[in-house]
């Protein structure tokens, strides 16, 4: 998301890429761990499933936050600008 939506990307570019980011992680990931890439549904589902799925909830809204200062830090690290 960063690279698609920096200055330096092609114009329009950014709505392709994301979608098709996003497309590839659902085609891999659910048939592997029945992935879900939105807290908002995971959390829903957890409430209802209750017992272990509510103790595992933390997870699905920390390692997002955490993954997007990490690809953020490193994104500024190998994007920068050279003068």
Do not use: M
Request: a positive charge; aromatic letters at 10%; charged letters at 5%.
């Amino acid at each position: 998301i960063l690279g698609a939506t920096d200055k330096r990307a092609p114009q329009g570019f950014a709505p392709i890429a994301i979608g098709l980011c996003l497309t590839l992680i659902h085609l891999i990931s659910i048939p592997v761990t029945n992935t879900s890439v939105n807290p908002a549904r995971s959390t829903g589902v957890a409430v209802f499933a209750g017992g272990w799925a509510i103790s595992q909830l933390w997870l699905f809204w920390v390692a997002p936050i955490i993954g997007a200062v990490v690809g953020a830090l490193i994104y500024r690290f190998l994007g920068s600008e050279q003068n």
